[in-house]
């Protein structure tokens, strides 16, 4: 069982920058053995699919729309996963969801074995 705890989650002004963290433990096999990827849910959206990365290879999918603002990356010392995102804007308001999971080869599928609580980002006009 692996638990994801979220954080850095807040309030922001349009045009800012946030860093959202994604803690893993208690994982019986090493963190880079899974794909990680964020999800952000806005209110009355579905959840959507934010950026995936593969390990160990570090290969990353970013929804078209939001590449070159928002960039996932991680670190195997403290077994962190990053979402950088900048020139935030009022539509990414959401609550945003790390995943640990498997991307399908040859899909664009990430299936999702664990999930975090969640941290809400909310950016202001």
């Known amino acids: 069982q692996v638990q994801l705890v979220e954080s850095g989650g807040g309030l922001v002004q349009t045009g800012g920058s946030l860093r959202l963290s994604c803690a893993a433990s208690?994982?019986?096999?090493?963190?880079?053995?899974?794909?990680w990827a964020w999800f952000r849910q806005a209110p009355g959206k579905e959840r959507e699919r934010v950026t995936v990365i593969k390990e160990p290879s570090g290969a990353t999918t970013t929804k078209d729309s939001l590449k070159g603002r928002f960039f996932i990356f991680r670190s195997d010392a403290d077994d962190m996963t990053y979402l950088q995102m900048s020139r935030l804007a009022p539509e990414d308001t959401a609550v945003y969801y790390c995943?640990?999971?498997?991307?399908?080869?040859?899909?664009?599928?990430?299936?999702?074995?664990?999930w975090g609580q969640g941290t809400q980002v909310t950016v202001g006009s």
């Open positions: 208690g994982s019986g096999r090493p963190y880079n053995t899974y794909d």
């Open positions: 995943a640990a999971g498997t991307m399908i080869s040859g899909s664009n599928y990430f299936e999702a074995k664990y």
